[in-house]
């Protein structure tokens, strides 16, 4: 029988979730050099397709750069957690929203890239620019957004096992900070790059054949 004191002080409900386990030290320092790959990997591709616009004077299109945009903000989350386990403040709920907004980011850029592969997919249609290994630019941009969005699938699946944990030898974090240096450098270069290719104009050309801003100051 329930009493008068029992029914005024009522006991705090007790959690039925179970226990997070603490993380696999192992699987944490993989999954953060897995995280400094992923930048790693996004600023060999977005410097292979400056080296093609520069070297092979192939511009990119509005697309092109719409896919551009989109790597870089698929790697600024991978960025975030990075700085994050730098200083020790990474959780497994911050871990899991920076890699869902890796995965959004990823989603979009895949639909730019599928928009400019069906623009191009009729029989005879050479494609925008030239091909890199069989394939166009836009092509492996879309195989990069698939791969973006199964690895954080996977790491989603870890994340009650493993977080990334930076690592304390001086030299593994040196190569790590350097890695993020360059990703910032590469979103700086993209900025000089679209203010050069639009100039003074609201939107890109869609086939640019030069720097619109060099033209705009008679230079080009």
Not at 21 to 42: K, M
Not at 74 to 81: D, G, Y
Not at 131 to 152: E, K, R
């Amino acid at each position: 029988m329930t009493t008068a004191r029992e029914m005024s002080d009522p006991q705090p409900p007790t959690s039925s979730l179970p226990h997070e386990p603490d993380p696999n030290p192992l699987l944490s320092r993989l999954v953060f050099w897995g995280a400094i790959g992923f930048i790693a990997a996004y600023c060999a591709t977005l410097l292979g397709a400056f080296s093609v616009q520069i070297f092979a004077g192939e511009f990119p299109c509005p697309l092109c750069m719409l896919q551009r945009y989109a790597m870089i903000l698929a790697t600024i989350p991978a960025l975030w957690l990075v700085m994050e386990a730098f200083r020790g403040t990474l959780t497994r709920g911050r871990y899991a929203r920076s890699l869902g907004m890796s995965i959004v980011a990823s989603v979009v850029g895949a639909v730019f890239s599928t928009r400019q592969i069906l623009l191009h997919i009729k029989p005879g249609d050479p494609g925008y620019g030239g091909a890199v290994l069989g394939l166009h630019l836009y092509t492996w941009a879309l195989i990069t957004f698939i791969i973006v969005i199964l690895y954080c699938g996977v790491a989603l699946t870890l994340n009650r096992y493993a977080i990334p944990i930076a690592p304390d030898h001086p030299a593994a974090r040196v190569v790590a900070k350097v890695v993020v240096w360059l990703f910032l450098a590469v979103i700086a270069a993209n900025v000089v790059a679209i203010i050069f290719l639009e100039g003074f104009a609201l939107v890109l050309p869609d086939n640019p054949t030069s720097y619109n801003l060099l033209n705009q100051l008679g230079i080009g």
